[in-house]
C-alpha cells in the first residue's frame, strides 16, 4: 500500500515536473510579450459661458462634426434687445456729437440773419446819406442844430444794429466748445464699446466645434435649462484617444516615451500602433512588503500611448500592447 502511495507521488510529481517545464519553454514559442489594456478618450465637454433654456441642439451622440459647426444655441431673446439697446444709445451718442461739432444755428435760422444784416445795411446807408445831408445844411446855417443831431444819433442807432446781427451770425457759426466735443466723443466710444460686448454676449449663446470630433455623450436636450459652465455635451477629437495598459515591473525599462508599440484587438485592423506618450512614475499597486522578488512582481506601472495613422478605437474596448521589434520604424 505505502509502495502504490510513493509511485503516485512520483508519477504526479514528474508530471508537474513535465508540465512546468512545457510551460517555460513552450511559452517561448507564443510570440512577444503582451500587455492587457483599453481605449480611453479624454472628453472636451461643452458648456456655455452663461446659463439659460437651450432653443435648439443641433447634433446627436455618435455625430462626427467639423470645427466651427454649431452644437447648440441658447435662448437669446433678452442678449438681443440688449444689443438692439446699446445700438439705440450709440446712435444717440453720435447725433448728439454731431449736433455740438456743427453750428448752433441751423442753416435756415443763419439765411435769416444775412436778410436781417442786408437791410440793416441799407438802414445804415441812408441813416449815413442824412446824416450828411443835415451835416451841410449846419454848416451852411439852414438847418437847425437839433435836425443834425438827430441825423446824427439815426446813423448811430442804424450802426449799432447792423453790429448786433453781424454778431448774431457770427455766434451762430460758432460750434461747441472744445471740452463738451470731447466729452461727447468719450460718450460714443462708451456706446460703441457697450454694442461690442452685447454682440459678444449674443455670439456666444451660440457653441460651436473647437475642433474636428465625434460627439460622445450629450446631457442636455432641447427646451431644458443649464447653468453657466455646467456641459450639454461632450466631444472626443481623434487626437484625444489613448491606449491605456499596464506593465509589470520586470518589463517596465524595456518601454520609453516616444517608443512605437503595436495593438491587437478583436476586430480591428491588422497592423495597428500607437506611441508611447506616458510613462506612470509610480505603480499602481504596492504590495504591504517589497523586499523579496515574489512580491515585486506584484507592481505594474500605468502607460499610455496615442494610436497612429489616425486610428478610430470605441472607448473601453480592450487591447494587447506588444513591444515591436528595434528595427520597425517609427
Given at each position: 500500500m505505502t509502495r502504490r502511495i510513493l509511485a503516485a507521488l512520483a508519477l504526479l510529481a514528474a508530471l508537474a515536473a513535465a508540465g512546468a517545464a512545457f510551460w517555460h519553454y513552450g511559452r517561448r514559442d507564443e510570440g512577444p510579450e503582451r500587455f492587457q489594456g483599453y481605449v480611453e478618450g479624454y472628453l472636451v465637454f461643452m458648456a456655455p459661458e452663461e446659463g439659460g433654456r437651450i432653443?435648439?441642439?443641433?447634433?446627436?451622440?455618435?455625430?462626427?462634426?467639423?470645427?466651427?459647426?454649431?452644437?447648440?444655441?441658447?435662448?437669446?431673446?433678452?442678449?438681443?434687445?440688449q444689443r438692439r439697446e446699446a445700438e439705440a444709445r450709440r446712435e444717440q451718442a453720435k447725433a448728439q456729437l454731431s449736433n455740438l461739432q456743427s453750428s448752433l444755428q441751423r442753416p435756415e435760422q443763419i439765411a435769416v440773419l444775412r436778410?436781417?444784416?442786408?437791410?440793416a445795411r441799407a438802414q445804415l446807408d441812408l441813416s449815413q446819406a442824412e446824416l450828411d445831408r443835415q451835416q451841410a445844411l449846419y454848416a451852411r446855417g439852414i438847418a437847425a442844430k437839433a435836425q443834425f443831431d438827430q441825423a446824427r444819433t439815426a446813423f448811430e442807432r442804424d450802426r449799432a444794429a447792423l453790429?448786433?446781427?453781424?454778431?448774431?451770425?457770427?455766434?451762430?457759426?460758432i460750434a461747441a466748445r472744445s471740452a463738451e466735443i470731447e466729452a461727447a466723443r468719450a460718450a460714443v466710444e462708451v456706446a460703441e464699446a457697450a454694442l461690442r460686448q452685447a454682440e459678444t454676449?449674443?455670439?456666444?449663446?451660440r457653441v460651436a466645434a473647437p475642433e474636428r470630433a465625434q460627439v460622445e455623450d450629450v446631457y442636455f436636450r432641447a427646451g431644458e435649462t443649464v447653468n453657466a459652465g455646467q456641459p450639454v455635451l461632450a466631444l472626443l477629437p481623434p487626437a484625444n484617444r489613448r491606449i491605456r495598459f499596464y506593465v509589470p515591473e520586470r518589463s517596465l525599462h524595456a518601454f520609453a516615451l516616444g517608443q512605437v508599440v503595436g495593438l491587437s484587438c478583436d476586430g480591428c485592423a491588422a497592423s495597428l500602433k500607437a506611441r508611447?506618450?506616458?510613462?506612470?512614475?509610480?505603480?499602481?499597486?504596492?504590495?504591504p512588503v517589497i523586499f523579496s522578488e515574489q512580491e515585486r512582481a506584484?507592481?505594474?506601472f500605468r502607460l499610455e500611448a496615442q494610436p497612429l495613422d489616425g486610428?478610430?478605437?470605441?472607448?473601453?474596448?480592450p487591447v494587447s500592447v506588444v513591444r515591436l521589434p528595434a528595427e520597425t520604424p517609427p
Open positions: 432653443d435648439s441642439l443641433a447634433v446627436r451622440e455618435g455625430d462626427t462634426v467639423e470645427a466651427g459647426r454649431v452644437l447648440f444655441e441658447l435662448d437669446s431673446s433678452l442678449q438681443e434687445a436778410a436781417q444784416e442786408e437791410r453790429q448786433e446781427v453781424q454778431r448774431q451770425i457770427q455766434a451762430g457759426q454676449r449674443l455670439a456666444k449663446r508611447v506618450s506616458f510613462m506612470s512614475g509610480e505603480a499602481e499597486y504596492t504590495p506584484k507592481l505594474v486610428a478610430s478605437l470605441p472607448i473601453g474596448l
